[in-house]
């Protein structure tokens, strides 16, 4: 009965693959001939990452990180911990950062910071949701799968605390939910 919680449909399951089988092509395209390395942030990336991945053509490596932006509720902060790194070395690879969302720049731009002292041969941002509006920190994105507007979303991953991630479509929660 997660739907009763959902205020509206932003993205059904059909618009969700579609896009990413489009993001997908736009990576095989731009690496023709390279081997990347898909980096997700944990948890809320987890479908993405699985969708991504598996309509990406292309020698492919996957690993997977977490960080945590201590702020409850339904924003995060400037401070920002990484709470499980990578396994392997990103020196000298064609590093994809795989993110459910980019609300304020906080985590993104920290992460990404982080990871480009650990010298890749490239590095880019692909987000499957991008809510402009909010942005504090400026964050160059490669790929983006859908510009929102500053609503709380949840379902594909993204969660409000930790639930709704298995909704197979992203919705808008209804604020009365998280009490906004
Ligand atoms: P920042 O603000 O650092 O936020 O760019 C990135 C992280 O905040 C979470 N976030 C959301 N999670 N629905 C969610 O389920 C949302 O609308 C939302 N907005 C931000 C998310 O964990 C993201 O990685
Ligand atoms: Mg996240």
Do not use: W
């Not at 990406?56 to 790194?85: A, H, N």
């Not at 985590?107 to 002292?117: P, Q, R, V």
């Amino acid at each position: 009965m997660l739907e009763k919680d959902i205020q509206e449909v932003l993205f059904s399951e059909e618009q969700l693959k579609t896009r990413v089988n489009e993001i997908a092509q736009e990576i095989d395209r731009d690496y023709a001939g390279k081997e990347i390395m898909l980096i997700s942030v944990l948890r809320g990336s987890f479908i993405f990452m699985a969708d991504l991945c598996r309509a990406i053509d292309l020698d492919c490596t996957l690993d997977f990180m977490s960080v945590s932006s201590y702020g409850k509720g339904t924003s995060s902060s400037g401070q920002v911990q990484i709470t499980k790194d990578l396994s392997e070395d990103i020196s000298g690879r064609h590093i994809i950062v795989v993110e459910d969302i980019l609300d304020s720049g906080n985590t993104l731009s920290y992460l990404l910071k982080i990871l480009e002292h650990r010298h890749p041969a490239s590095i880019r941002l692909c987000t499957l949701l991008d809510k402009p509006d909010r942005r504090v920190k400026p964050v160059e994105v490669h790929y983006s799968g859908f510009t929102i507007p500053d609503a709380f979303v949840v379902g594909y991953g993204l969660d409000y605390a930790e639930k709704y991630r298995n909704l197979p479509y992203i919705g808008i929660l209804k604020p009365e939910v998280y009490g906004g």
